[in-house]
């Protein structure tokens, strides 16, 4: 290997700190030697390729990174989880981690029915599970996150279990002052017929440059039915990457829906597999993006077979110089007669420097098949502002209610009351609303 | 559905209507491509300093490119290097007009229902004709001179209007653009130019027919289309390749240049072999095809009925750089047994108020593939910049597939851009309906295969139009789905 670049400078650095994780007693010696190579192989992505065409991930994230080891754990957490509004107010399983590492005492799931467990703890057929969906081929980042997790966890929710209140899934994240780097890495299973809600939130205890490379990986089978959501509300120096992976068994359902708020730097890979028929996956996202804020979402629905449906809708505000990138994948195999898939993509751009880029994409390979996809892009409609200034609202607020109502398509798809509540008001005072 | 499937069986079985080839003496280049061939392209037709010079250029910048490997299309390698670049029918001397013109080569010609006898002409329609690498004559030059209206072939316009030629060749595609772009400016033998000057409205539609006739050759012609100041050409482009069994090389460059107020309206009818049903030979149509309305207030207006090729890779595009310029583009294309088709367009807004328009059909039966690649990027300063993008997909079977890539690149907060594709197939209740009627399977998915083409036909001029409808059918003939 040469060591022409900043680029492969790291990636050695990187290995040779990571060695010792591939000794024998292991148990994900072979998922981290196979991560090594593929990273080895491919290197952190450049402009030229074209799933990271609108996103300079190496220049923006990968340059910045000057530590791939966890950073300290924090102190206080227990006082700081006390004193969290949001995760009172959800009243569910909470689950902790403290920089990436899992905190069993400060998690509360006590009296849950479904287990979690962090990686030191399966036995060999359930690590072997782990980074089986979301494979290290697929992302350099996810082989990134393969080759540096020292730990996760792997949430069972075993058949038949509906678990009413939601599972709360909270990465407090504390770093120094320059480049660390928090790799936390989710493994979910749900058993047959099981019900479950996910919340994922991020909560920064300071503001100094951060990079998390999250992997989630999701294994839905028959018939059962998650909502899945993700909060990315940080600050404005976090850099974010995330790859969720997701395999749906027969008669199964699974919702995501993703609020990216801010972030200097955020790109979210969101992968369907849609394996059986039957299956409905919906995924739902809402950019709303000020400052020099850059988020890109790219997202895959993967029809296998026949007698499925997958929706899809993400909608954006973009001002001051922040860019939105958008692509969304559809692919229809051969086999998947009689799909539903639809996906949209609607943008309103707010200022002259922000930057929109979008490619909605459809793959169809089965002729009876009900596919369409549609993006716009534009501002405020002229008529609907003129409307409600007619009848005495003022510029502004006729404005902010106009974004609000735009955004709320999405919002609605989050069931959870308290939890729509909290985003409802974060997103209201974003799009200038008072009270 | 298996009677479905039966009749798409039929229907995607049809032979190619223009598979025959002629004998004909020819002039050919030795096989392979080098510095020399080029300079043997070059010295053969007699070509000032200037533009071998800008020939070579181009080869050591394409000598640099590798083959783009993007595009949604899979095809062995096309060895250039056991190609033939040049290709000509031998005549004896230059002929002056068209009736000169030696009558083996017009037999051609008569037999493609291409009739080049000025006086037989009904509908005003002027023509270069194009065989394998050079244009064997243009029809109503005279006419068409008085008015100032220059069409000729780019050989005879190099060496009669050197200004003109230089001053816009590679003007809207550079030499160097990309690989097959660069590969035409290298080797390019001969074309189309076509000069509308200020404030004239073309009375007659310009049209190049080409054709390759010759085994082995690659055909690299290029066009070049100048539309001064208020003027107006309407620009009709028909292609057919006889039947072989090895895949042909066609890497055309076409560019249009509309100043101020004017209009350019392109259309082509491409109808190249594309194959045999086991997806043996056809052509490979790698084409680069751009417009630029520099001034403001001018149009472009490309659109394509895209039937043959075993593989396409073509994106007409327009720059609208002027304001208030107006780009459009209108497609159908379709591909059966194993033809695949990368096509789409570009519209770049520059200017302040451009609109574009974009509406492809595709159409795709057999083992086919079809993709829709297409960008719509709106510049900074392009306030007010409005398109419209539709794309719709028609599958007839379950072995062919259809794409959609649609890139959209917004910089301007006053744009406003909007894009919709759906997927579809033609319902058993629709045949059902005109069966009923009276109306054969057949019959009836020509219908409504023309309907769902209306859109884009009703841009051709009518007498494409006619021959477009005719080519839908019998492309599609025997695939009722």
């Keep these: 290997m040469t060591l022409s670049t900043k680029k492969d400078h790291k990636l050695v650095e990187l290995f040779l700190s990571k060695q010792a994780d591939l000794n024998d007693s292991n148990p994900f010696k072979d998922l981290k030697t196979v991560a090594k190579s593929s990273l080895n192989d491919t290197g952190f992505p450049t402009l030229k390729e074209e799933e990271y065409k609108y996103t300079n991930i190496t220049k923006r994230v990968i340059d910045k990174v000057e530590n791939y080891s966890s950073p300290q754990s924090i102190d206080n957490l227990a006082e700081i989880i006390k004193n969290n509004q949001l995760i009172n107010s959800l009243d569910g399983y909470t689950l902790v981690r403290n920089n990436g590492l899992f905190d069993p005492e400060l998690s509360n799931i006590k009296d849950a029915a479904f287990s979690v467990k962090p990686f030191s703890e399966l036995d060999k057929s359930q690590a072997s599970e782990i980074g089986s969906i979301e494979t290290v081929d697929k992302d350099a980042f996810t082989a990134l996150n393969s080759i540096c997790f020292e730990s996760g966890i792997r949430v069972d929710i075993p058949e038949g279990l509906i678990i009413e209140q939601p599972i709360v899934l909270v990465d407090f994240v504390n770093t120094d002052a320059t480049g660390q780097c928090v790799q936390p890495r989710t493994f979910y299973h749900a058993g047959k017929n099981s019900q479950a809600t996910v919340i994922e939130i991020t909560v920064y205890l300071n503001e100094s440059t951060v990079f998390l490379n999250e992997v989630a990986e999701w294994n839905v089978e028959d018939n059962a039915h998650i909502r899945h959501y993700k909060l990315q509300d940080g600050h404005k120096s976090e850099l974010g990457v995330s790859n969720t992976g997701t395999e749906i068994a027969r008669d199964a359902t699974f919702t995501s829906v993703l609020l990216s708020l801010s972030g200097e730097m955020l790109r979210n890979n969101l992968s369907l597999n849609i394996n059986a028929s039957n299956c409905v996956g919906n995924m739902y996202g809402l950019y709303l993006l000020n400052g020099k804020t850059h988020v890109d979402n790219h997202t895959n629905v993967d029809h296998k077979m026949p007698h499925s449906e997958s929706n899809e809708l993400y909608k954006g505000i973009l001002t001051d110089q922040s860019r939105g990138v958008f692509n969304g994948k559809i692919f229809v195999r051969q086999d998947a007669q009689k799909t539903n898939a639809f996906q949209q993509n609607n943008n309103i751009l707010l200022s002259e420097d922000a930057i929109l880029n979008t490619k909605p994409q459809l793959e169809i390979w089965a002729d009876d098949v009900k596919c369409s996809h549609g993006c716009t892009t534009g501002q405020l409609d002229e008529e609907a502002l003129f409307y409600l200034r007619a009848r005495g609202i003022g510029k502004k607020s006729a404005k902010s209610l106009l974004l609000y109502a735009f955004a709320g398509e999405v919002l609605n798809h989050i069931t959870n009351e308290s939890f729509k509540n909290y985003c409802e008001k974060i997103v209201h005072e974003r799009l200038g609303g008072s009270n | ?481």
């Excluded at chain 2, 800008?54 to 050591?60: H, M, T």
């Excluded at chain 2, 403001?296 to 750089?321: H, R």
């Excluded at chain 2, 910049?385 to 259809?402: E, H, P, T, V």
């Excluded at chain 2, 009627?437 to 036909?457: F, H, M, P, Q, T």
């Design chain 2, 1 to 481: 559905m298996s009677k479905d499937n039966e009749i798409l069986e039929e229907l995607t079985s049809k032979e190619y209507e223009h598979g025959w080839s002629v004998d004909y003496e020819t002039d050919e280049a030795p096989i392979g491509l080098n510095e020399n061939i080029i300079r043997w392209i070059s010295s053969k037709k007699e070509e000032p300093k200037w533009l071998l010079d800008w020939r070579l250029k181009a080869f050591e910048q394409w000598s640099k490119m590798e083959e783009p490997t993007w595009a949604n299309v899979q095809y062995p390698k096309v060895d250039l290097q056991s190609l033939r670049f040049y290709s000509a029918p031998k005549q004896k001397s230059k002929p002056k007009s068209i009736s000169d013109v030696d009558p083996e080569l017009l037999k051609i010609y008569e037999r493609l229902g291409i009739s080049l006898n000025e006086q037989k002409r009904l509908q005003g329609v002027a023509v270069d004709v194009v065989l394998d690498s050079v244009s064997v004559g243009t029809t109503f030059k005279e006419t068409l001179s008085k008015l100032g209206v220059i069409f000729c072939s780019f050989s005879e316009a190099v060496k009669e209007h050197p200004e003109l030629v230089k001053k816009y060749l590679g003007s809207v595609v550079p030499a160097t653009d990309n690989y097959y772009a660069a590969l035409n400016a290298a080797v390019f033998s001969d074309g189309s130019f076509c000069y509308i000057p200020k404030g004239v409205r073309c009375p007659m539609e310009l049209s190049t027919y080409f054709r390759i006739n010759a085994a082995n050759t690659g055909q690299f012609e290029r066009t070049l289309i100048v539309a001064e100041d208020q003027s107006y050409v309407s620009y009709l482009e028909g292609c057919t390749a006889p039947q072989r069994d090895e895949n042909q090389l066609h890497a055309a460059v076409v560019e249009i240049y509309a100043a101020e107020n004017a209009e350019v309206k392109y259309s082509t009818v491409q109808n190249w072999y594309p194959g045999d049903k086991n997806g043996k030979g056809g052509i490979y149509n790698f084409v680069t095809k751009r417009g630029i309305c520099a001034g403001d207030n001018s149009k472009i207006s490309w659109t394509q009925v895209e039937t043959g090729s075993a593989v396409t890779w073509k994106y007409p595009s327009c720059i609208l750089k002027g304001n208030n310029s107006i780009g459009e583009f209108y497609s159908v294309a379709v591909t059966n047994n194993f033809q695949q088709a990368d096509t789409g367009t570009k519209m770049i807004h520059i200017g302040k108020n451009t609109r574009s328009r974009i509406v492809s059909k595709g159409i795709s039966a057999g083992k086919s593939q079809n993709s829709y690649r297409g960008q719509v990027q709106v510049m900074k300063r392009a306030s007010n910049a409005r398109n419209f993008s539709q794309c719709d997909s028609l599958l007839m079977g379950d072995k062919c597939g259809a794409h959609t890539f649609p890139y959209i690149d917004i910089q301007n907060s006053s744009a406003k851009v909007e894009h919709e594709a759906t997927t579809s197939k033609i319902g058993e209740d629709q045949i059902f309906y005109c069966n009923q009627r009276g109306i054969s399977s057949e019959d009836a998915v020509a219908l409504i295969v023309n309907g769902y083409a209306k859109e884009v036909l009703n841009q051709l001029p009518m007498e494409f139009a006619v021959e477009a409808q005719k080519l839908l059918a019998l492309t599609l003939e025997g695939s009722v789905g």
